[in-house]
Antibody, heavy 120, light 111 residues
């Protein structure tokens, strides 16, 4: 059974960098796109970006200037770094996997989500 | 780019059918058939219930069905059951820097 698990700090200070890691178990990294989605409290979902199994990234243009997504296939992990955070970046951050061999927003496995609060 | 437009809430009685609409623009739903729907229970992660407009992943009940006409996609839930009470989100590929555009979500209440 494929499982994804987000990890990282739950509290980040304004202007600092938010860093999260997603660990994949029970399945292969190959053949999928690995995504980050966020959900501000009580609000809808927002696509942050994803990375292919070969390391090619697609990033939401509204976040691109602050965003880095990376992949460590040997460890079965992919990561998110979002710099210069503000209160508007407070959200539950989910990692997720696309259906096999599709670039499109079809996410069949998700992590449980991690709440990241931006506050001093 | 603005989110796709969904009604904030819909409701129905057990056994009834409901439909949730998702309206976009000529840059997303109006141009592409890359549409998915997700169910999210409180405190949980979203679950994929429809992809490619009207396909169901393995294990998803056939009470869930999807369709699309022009700039509007729809999710129909038939034979409502109490466990269907959840938030539902649509998502479309978008010809913009956003790439994947989600709807604002619809809360389904089973009366």
């Amino acid at each position: 059974q494929v499982q994804l698990q987000e990890s990282g700090p739950g509290l980040v200070r304004p202007s600092e960098t938010l860093s999260l890691t997603c660990t994949v178990s029970g399945g292969s990294i190959s053949g999928h796109f690995w995504s980050w989605i966020r959900q501000p409290p009580g609000k809808g979902l927002e696509f942050i970006g994803h990375i292919s199994d070969s390391g090619t990234t697609t990033q939401n243009a509204s976040l691109r200037s602050r965003l880095t997504i990376s992949l460590d296939k040997s460890r079965g992990q992919f990561s998110l770094q979002l710099s210069s955070v503000t209160a508007a970046d407070t959200a539950v951050y989910f990692c997720a996997r696309t259906l096999p061999f599709t670039w499109y927003p079809y996410l069949d496995y998700w992590g449980q989500g991690i709440l990241v609060t931006v506050s001093s | 780019q603005s989110a796709l437009t969904q009604p904030a809430s819909v409701s129905g009685s057990p056994g009834q059918s409901i439909t949730i609409s998702c309206t976009g623009t000529s840059s997303d739903l109006g141009a592409y058939n890359y549409v998915s729907w997700y169910q999210q229970h409180p405190g949980g992660a979203p679950q994929l219930i429809i992809y490619d407009v009207n396909k169901r992943p393995s294990g998803i009940s056939d009470r869930f069905s999807g369709s699309k006409s022009g700039r509007t996609a729809s999710l129909t839930v038939s034979g409502l059951q109490p466990e269907d009470e959840a938030d539902y989100f649509c998502c479309s590929y978008a010809r913009s820097g956003t790439y994947w555009l989600f709807g604002g979500g619809t809360k389904l209440t089973v009366l």
